[in-house]
């Protein structure tokens, strides 16, 4: 029997139903997912500062300075947390969602709204060099896709609120809600049409309020902008341009790389023991790179770079600006690799912010250069730190508008906006052609997973290859005589292909129809002639689990064949044919312009 609830809820579906529209009830969703997004980004904040705030007076600025142990101890928790509660593996954040969305019709489990609020406090809040804007993310995009499902909401929406949950998350935390909404459309690949700004902008709207009812008008940068742009420091920012496109493809060369390092540790522990180690012994020698680094940022832009590197073991040098600039270069190449080490070491947290952190520490590196070369040039240093973020956003990401309106409204104007599009287009130019995926979307992108903004590579992405795959072929074996197979198998099938497997069941051949046609009537022939004699290689092979959709398309296109065999584990699973292939993609099509 249905319970209270289960009649009202029901009541309340056919009800929308009625009186609702589906454009209208979209955009009341977005509003809700987009508040739901922003508060589950103030807990997300709160949580990780009230764990720092316990942790800071006792160990992080004692005299002691044992906060380099940290990062080992939240690890520990969130190895806990995942073994004996999560009990599954964590994925990254970004891409888990762009999987969903390609592959599962943005389904997302329950689980993952409460996960991200548990295990990115722990690592951030005990010192790992993580950002919190993933996990943000993620759960906000959680919770959008189960209110979409409880809701009944064709996949097409749900896709919609998913990407509307990251603009309110965006929006959130960075309070810059212009900018969350091309994030949305960048890194989920989402048209940027009527239909979907409209959502978008609601959605943004109500993560940015949501921060502002909870946090006032804290900002995470108190920055004013000093000193405006000038024509004559063009080459410089040219310069910056080309410098932060390099560390972006160091940075994900490094992500990757590191990754692949901890892979024969195949003991989360193991990971855990070593990555933790490693992660302490860069705190001590680099005391910025612990926890997310929005103080690192904030100090540079003030000028105060003593305060921005810490107590460090080089403190009897600091007079010397050649020992800060190289201890601020030293950050930027260890950025990457204190936030992978997290990482791999089973932490949970973004890419995002530990881009910034990195982008600000190049960008203030190269302007104390140009400033402390001896040639009589002088840049705006916290103008150089601001659009080093810009840089690493638009070359690490691949988003450039995003890096662009981002730090445009960090800044509150758009006094710096022609040096943030320089940097910004270089950067982006020169990493997007030495490597063609970000970080968000390598993987998929090899698994054939990937959404982008061309419709026929999404629809073929979005395509399964179970829902076309036929197996009502009658199959034959290679002994079996033709009397046999016409008896047995051509007089009751209603295909005029026929696979030919042997006892393991392994695919050796197919005959056709018109591969015996000239024979059907010969009767001397049905208990001389076997099926061996007839059949012929297919002309290619489908293989379950290896080929994409796009692959698939193309070997059809290729070989021009109407029915192509899929092989299972290396055996007979079925056909595809090209007409169901065509009417389910012209289907998928529909669905996906709609």
């Not at 806990?80 to 969602?97: C, D, G, M, N, T």
Request: net charge positive; hydrophobic share 50%; charged share 15%.
């Amino acid at each position: 029997m249905p319970t209270l609830a289960q009649k009202l809820f029901s009541k309340f579906i056919k009800w929308r139903y009625k009186n609702i529209s589906n454009k209208t009830f979209t955009h009341i969703m977005a509003v809700a997912v987009g508040l739901l997004a922003g508060l589950a980004s103030v807990v997300l904040k709160n949580l990780t500062f009230f764990i720092q705030s316990s942790l800071a007076e006792g160990i992080v600025f004692s005299s002691n300075q044992l906060y380099f142990v940290l990062p080992i101890i939240g690890l520990t928790l969130v190895y806990l947390y995942v073994k004996f509660v999560h009990r599954e593996k964590l994925e990254h954040a970004v891409s888990s969602i762009l999987f969903s969305l390609s592959k599962k019709k943005g389904v997302i489990p329950l689980k993952k709204i409460y996960t991200p609020l548990i295990t990115a406090p722990l690592t951030v809040g005990f010192g790992g060099s993580v950002g919190l804007l993933g996990p943000a993310v993620a759960s906000g995009s959680a919770i959008s896709s189960n209110l979409a499902t409880a809701l009944h909401l064709n996949p097409k929406t749900r896709s919609l609120l998913i990407a509307c949950a990251s603009a309110g998350a965006v929006a959130s935390i960075f309070q810059s809600p212009i900018a969350a909404i091309i994030f949305a459309v960048e890194v989920f690949s989402i048209d940027f049409t009527m239909l979907s700004v409209m959502p978008l902008l609601l959605a943004s709207i109500s993560g940015v309020l949501t921060s502002y009812f909870f946090l006032g008008n804290e900002v995470l940068f108190d920055f004013s902008l000093a000193d405006n742009f000038q024509v004559k420091d063009t080459l410089f920012y040219v310069l910056l341009g080309v410098g932060t496109a390099f560390a972006s493809i160091y940075f994900t060369k490094m992500y990757f790389g590191i990754l692949k390092l901890f892979e024969p540790l195949k003991s989360p522990k193991y990971r855990l023991l070593v990555g933790g180690l490693a992660i302490g012994i860069m705190l001590y020698f680099i005391p910025p790179l612990y926890g997310e680094g929005f103080g690192f940022i904030n100090n540079l832009l003030e000028g105060n770079h003593l305060s921005a590197l810490g107590a460090t073991p080089f403190d009897d040098y600091l007079s010397n600006i050649w020992v800060v600039i190289a201890l601020l270069f030293g950050l930027t190449v260890f950025k990457a690799i204190a936030m992978t080490t997290t990482f791999a070491a089973g932490g949970a947290g973004g890419i995002f912010i530990p881009t910034m952190v990195m982008g600000s520490a190049l960008g203030n590196v190269v302007a104390k250069v140009i400033n402390n070369i001896g040639l009589g040039f002088a840049v705006s240093e916290s103008n150089f730190t601001l659009i080093g973020m810009a840089g690493l956003i638009a070359g690490v990401l691949h988003a450039p508008l995003t890096a662009i309106f981002l730090i445009a409204e960090i800044t509150g104007g758009y006094e710096l906006f022609v040096p943030l599009m320089i940097t910004a287009a270089i950067s982006y130019l020169i990493t997007k052609n030495a490597i063609k995926h970000n970080i968000y979307t390598r993987e998929l992108a090899k698994q054939g997973a990937l959404l982008t903004h061309d419709k026929d590579e999404n629809v073929l992405t979005i395509m399964q290859l179970d829902d076309v795959i036929e197996q009502n072929f009658k199959t034959v074996t290679p002994t079996m005589f033709l009397g046999e197979m016409l008896h047995e198998s051509v007089s009751k099938s209603t295909r005029n292909l026929f696979p030919v497997i042997n006892e393991q069941e392994v695919l050796v051949g197919v005959v056709l129809l018109d591969d015996i046609r000239e024979f059907m009537f010969e009767t001397d022939l049905y208990r001389t002639t076997t099926v061996s004699t007839f059949m012929h290689a297919p002309p290619e092979y489908i293989f379950y689990g290896t080929d994409t959709m796009q692959q698939i398309m193309k070997k059809f296109q290729n070989t021009g064949a109407w029915n192509l065999p899929v092989i299972k584990n290396g055996k007979y699973y079925g056909f595809v044919s090209k007409s169901k292939l065509l009417t389910a993609y012209r289907r998928e099509l529909i669905n996906f312009t709609n």
